[in-house]
């Protein structure tokens, strides 16, 4: 039980972000903030970028669940079907929003590379299981979700820096970088700390 509270930690703020993210998409904020301006800008990309995002946050929780995955083959292949086509709407949505984001051009490309190397490890750990490479799988949608996760530390470090008393036109463009190089760190440290994460192609 112990040794399961990581997940449930993680899965609580997945579901709490993806459920954030589903009332955003269905029930778009007023006339300001960083929301508002994104429906704005796109209403279509910035529906897309929620939608996909809720759907990809939950259930990338759940595959982490090795009981799920052992007991619920089935379950486990919808879910990752479920968890690649949101990050492709989701995640190209998110491209385009970035060139459009608040705070400059730093933040622009921060969440710009943050869409493409979301886009990328996903399509990489794709490849690797239609080619059989279980662990190889593993190793690439561990980086993919850790990339997720940019959405709870972003709503972590906003609030943060509000309180350390940085304007938000000068922290947001900061956190556009330290909301997810900081996971995708942590996601290689985790194949050094614990080789039974690091990826080994087969045979």
């Not at 990809?56 to 292949?77: C, D, E």
């Not at 490309?109 to 059989?132: D, E, K, M, N, S």
């Not at 279980?134 to 972590?156: F, G, P």
Request: proline share 5%.
């Amino acid at each position: 039980m112990t040794r399961n509270v990581p997940w449930y930690v993680m899965t609580l703020a997945a579901f709490l972000i993806g459920a954030y993210a589903l009332t955003v998409a269905l029930s778009p904020p007023g006339e300001s903030g960083v929301v508002a301006a994104m429906f704005e800008t796109s209403p279509a990309g910035a529906l897309a970028h929620f939608l996909g995002g809720a759907v990809v946050i939950i259930a990338g929780a759940l595959q982490f669940n090795s009981g799920i995955r052992s007991r619920y083959a089935t379950l486990h292949r919808w879910l990752g079907r479920l968890y690649v086509t949101g990050i492709l709407i989701g995640g190209s949505a998110g491209f385009y929003m970035a060139l459009h984001s608040s705070g400059g051009i730093v933040a622009h490309y921060g969440f710009a590379l943050l869409a493409v190397c979301w886009l990328g490890t996903t399509a990489v750990a794709y490849l690797q299981i239609r080619r059989g490479n279980v662990q190889v799988h593993r190793a690439w949608m561990i980086r993919s979700y850790s990339l997720t996760l940019a959405a709870v530390t972003l709503r972590i470090y906003i609030p943060l820096f509000l309180i350390a008393g940085f304007p938000f036109e000068e922290a947001y463009p900061v956190i556009a970088w330290l909301c997810w190089v900081p996971n995708i760190l942590v996601a290689e440290w985790l194949f050094i700390a614990r080789p039974r994460f690091a990826p080994h192609p087969a045979g």
